[in-house]
């Protein structure tokens, strides 16, 4: 059974910093393209950030230059660390794995960040 587990969302004042976890299960890790996605209120859900298996990363515009993705192989976790937080960042934050090449796409259950003074 495959998991993606988020944590580390919360309330947040504005220029602050949060770091996301997703830890992964039931999958075999490096096979896995990981990737951030957020859903704000009354929004559709946008892609964030991604990390390809060859350790390529790559970022919405708007969290260029604030927003790393990164990952533990070792662990099974990928993380999302966000600097200089908005209140525009506010939403719900998912991890997505995904293996293109079996049509395989798994999602976690999302973890919620606030960007509130």
């Known amino acids: 059974q495959v998991q993606l587990v988020e944590s580390g969302g919360g309330l947040v004042q504005p220029g602050g910093s949060l770091t996301l976890s997703c830890e992964a299960s039931?999958?075999?890790?490096?096979?896995?393209?990981m990737g951030w996605y957020r859903q704000a209120p009354g929004k559709q859900r946008e892609w964030v950030a991604s990390?390809?298996?060859?350790?390529?990363?790559n970022y919405a515009d708007s969290v260029k230059g604030r927003f790393t993705i990164s990952r533990d192989s070792g662990k099974d976790i990928v993380y999302l660390a966000m600097n200089n937080l908005k209140p525009e960042d506010t939403a719900v934050y998912y991890c997505?794995?995904?293996?293109?090449?079996?049509?395989?796409?798994?999602w976690g259950q999302g973890t919620q960040v606030t960007v509130s003074s």
């Open positions: 990390l390809s298996t060859l350790g390529m990363t």
């Open positions: 997505n794995a995904k293996r293109a090449s079996l049509n395989m796409n798994y």
């Open positions: 039931g999958i075999i890790f490096g096979f896995y393209a």
